[in-house]
């Protein structure tokens, strides 16, 4: 979701804009329609800077009107709009900033947290790929398999493996090869 964000990891102490990109290149395509990028075509011709965020793909944008000269307790994105649209911006509501703190103790009890949650399911993610199946799995497996008869799921083995180097399966006295392509 696009928005101001202050995050010291990647921006420093800047106040940054943070676009969604398909959200302001659908406003550029609708409103200008160059077909041209609009961070190059409008965002940076305008005065506003594009900063990296790591390795990620994602970015913030700082300029004039945007996150500079601009009272923080009224924030909006008509600058920007301005500068994409062509048009005046009329945001008429102010938006928050979004604070990440990265300090070492944030991150650390955001990694607890993720393991309280994810680890069970890492666990059992791991011990599902060393147990056998069980005789009421292979039972529910070969009842399923029998339901979807020999021709489909030899022509549903056949797609799955395409392109891998799995064999396909020999034929059966009576199935049909399914069909490549």
């Not at 147990?131 to 799995?137: F, I, K, L, S, V």
Request: with cysteine.
């Amino acid at each position: 979701m696009s928005g101001f964000a202050r995050d010291p990891k990647y921006y420093g102490d800047r106040l940054v804009y943070e676009p969604l990109e398909r959200k302001w290149a659908g406003y550029h395509a609708r409103h200008c329609g160059c077909g041209r990028d609009w961070l190059e075509a409008h965002a940076v011709p305008a005065g506003f800077t594009v900063i990296p965020r790591g390795k990620t793909g994602y970015y913030g944008l700082v300029g004039p009107g945007l996150t500079e000269g601009v009272d923080e307790e009224k924030l909006t994105a008509d600058a920007l709009w301005e500068a994409v649209t062509g048009k005046p911006g009329t945001q008429t509501s102010y938006e928050s900033v979004h604070i990440t703190c990265r300090s070492p103790e944030s991150e650390a009890a955001r990694a607890a947290e993720n393991e309280r949650i994810f680890g069970p399911r890492r666990e059992r993610a791991e011990k599902a790929k060393t147990e056998q199946a069980t005789d009421a799995q292979v039972k529910y497996l070969t009842t399923l398999a029998e339901k979807v008869g020999k021709e489909r799921s030899d022509a549903e083995f056949a797609k799955v493996i395409k392109g891998s180097d799995i064999a396909p399966r020999a034929l059966r006295s009576g199935a049909r090869q399914p069909r490549s392509g």
